[in-house]
């Protein structure tokens, strides 16, 4: 034990013997000779971008901070360099001490210190308030569209004519507008943001999409992964949640056909099948909604026509893009154009919501808000001031909907999302096309609005490689509006 001690000691003699001869030679070297004419030298601490704030006023990005300190090269600051570094750390520090500059360099604390000046940086990019991913540049996100610098923080430092350090200068601090609360208003809601983190929390992959029914703002978003993938705004199999579109362009067009469904129908030389090829018996478009008929919507796709689907959907904005915020456009996913409908093939598949059709979950949310508040629809929006609405069905077309909807929730696949006697909805089990170890991967979705007697929430809840909208989804759907009713 003592010569292990003794090792110690000489280990660390060498290495501040080192430190010391590193120290004597910047800080008695003729580097940082005074001279009557100068200029200056600027280390940038930090620069603020556009401030983002939710819908209550609560700042979104911002929030996160670091330290850093600077170190300029003289004995002095050199002396404490293992206050706040390895052994490893200070010998790299001090060789970059060497070529004559103050060196920035970030730190986990904030230690006292009385010749290393240690100041707090704002850190641009972190999100606390809600999902990194519709807000965070890393990700993708509105700081990509909206970011301009509205502040900085800076040390200047006086060098002579050759560009050489003044000794004896500490530096002096630049604030411009360094805690400037300048920036934007955006639609989401930290408190049904909060809502909607803690109800996806077993959710690996998927997304959890909130809005207001009336405008089609964006009050939450959430998505969950390992990865960079922004999963509320991209392209997934939608299945049997389209069947309301579908639904939508029966009702406007007053086609309520009865049909028997015996789990199988052929369309040319296709067979098309029910889920686990359960035979429904005769069915309404409301009971086939319920129960997730694929033969009836396929039927009901042929019986409607290409033209009519195709314009429907459409309406409510389908295949198309749109302007998340300004200068963010996002696609809202794949529809098939009308003359690839004229194929009876492509038109079944649509019919239950598979074939060329994908859709994200923040733009089927838009077309659940069209449904629950009258017809209205409104392209998905962060932003709380343009809200461009079209009436694109009926308010009597949008009631018998909700009313179908409902009917899911009470006497369909959709019961788990149950919950105050006020949910309503649709599920969805989607075949995605990807195969793993052979096995078709699943998307699931419930789609729905709360409170049916007076909607005012758009909810959406999307899981990849899931097993079923009612196991997976619903749950999420009831736990989000639990405590929706809560606020």
């Not at 404490?80 to 790299?92: I, N, R, S, Y």
Request: with cysteine; aromatic share 10%.
């Amino acid at each position: 034990m003592g010569k292990r001690f003794v090792s110690l000691v000489c280990a660390f003699s060498i290495i501040f013997a080192g430190l010391a001869g590193r120290c004597a030679y910047i800080a008695l070297g003729r580097t940082y000779q005074i001279s009557d004419s100068y200029n200056s030298y600027t280390l940038n601490i930090g620069k603020l971008t556009t401030n983002i704030y939710g819908r209550s006023g609560i700042k979104i990005n911002n929030n996160s901070k670091a330290y850093v300190a600077v170190i300029r090269p003289n004995e002095k600051c050199l002396s404490e360099l293992d206050k706040l570094f390895t052994p490893q750390e200070v010998a790299e520090i001090t060789e970059e001490l060497s070529k004559g500059y103050p060196v920035l360099k970030t730190v986990s604390k904030k230690v006292n210190t009385k010749y290393i000046k240690i100041y707090e940086k704002t850190l641009n990019e972190e999100s606390s308030m809600c999902s990194p991913y519709m807000i965070s540049k890393k990700y993708g996100g509105l700081e990509q569209y909206v970011s301009e610098e509205i502040g900085s923080l800076s040390v200047n430092f006086s060098v002579d004519a050759l560009g050489r350090l003044l000794t004896g200068d500490d530096g002096t601090i630049v604030d411009d507008d360094y805690d400037s609360n300048d920036g934007i208003i955006i639609s989401l809601d930290n408190r049904i943001q909060k809502i909607a983190e803690e109800s996806a929390q077993n959710l690996k992959y998927g997304s959890v999409v909130i809005m207001d029914v009336d405008s089609s703002q964006v009050l939450a978003s959430v998505s969950k992964g390992d990865d960079y993938i922004n999963r509320a705004l991209s392209p997934y199999a939608v299945g049997s949640v389209f069947k309301l579109i579908v639904a939508a362009c029966a009702v406007e067009n007053n086609i309520d056909v009865l049909y028997n469904c015996t789990s199988s129908i052929k369309v040319a030389d296709t067979e098309f099948h029910c889920q686990k090829e359960h035979a429904h018996g005769i069915q309404t478009t409301k009971q086939a909604l319920a129960n997730s008929c694929n033969c009836y919507f396929v039927n009901l796709a042929l019986k409607l026509g290409a033209g009519r689907l195709y314009e429907t959907a459409k309406s409510f904005g389908f295949g198309d893009s749109f302007e998340l915020y300004s200068n963010w456009n996002v696609s809202a996913g794949v529809f098939p154009e009308d003359d690839e409908l004229q194929s009876l093939g492509q038109l079944a598949l649509i019919g239950f919501g598979q074939g060329r059709l994908t859709d994200s979950p923040v733009h089927f949310c838009a077309a659940i808000s069209c449904i629950a508040n009258g017809g209205n629809y409104s392209s998905p929006t962060l932003d709380l001031q343009d809200v461009k609405e079209n009436q694109i069905i009926s308010t009597e077309s949008a009631e018998k909907l909700r009313e179908y909807m409902r009917f899911v929730v009470t006497n369909g696949t959709g019961t788990a999302a149950e919950y105050n006697k006020n949910s309503a909805g649709k599920t969805a089990t989607a075949q995605s096309g990807i195969y793993e170890n052979g096995i078709e991967v699943l998307n699931t979705w419930f789609a729905g609005f709360y409170p049916y007697n007076n909607p005012k929430y758009a909810i959406v809840v999307m899981r990849e490689n899931g097993e079923s909208g009612a196991g997976d989804c619903c749950p999420v759907f009831r736990s989000i509006v639990e405590k929706l009713d809560e606020i």
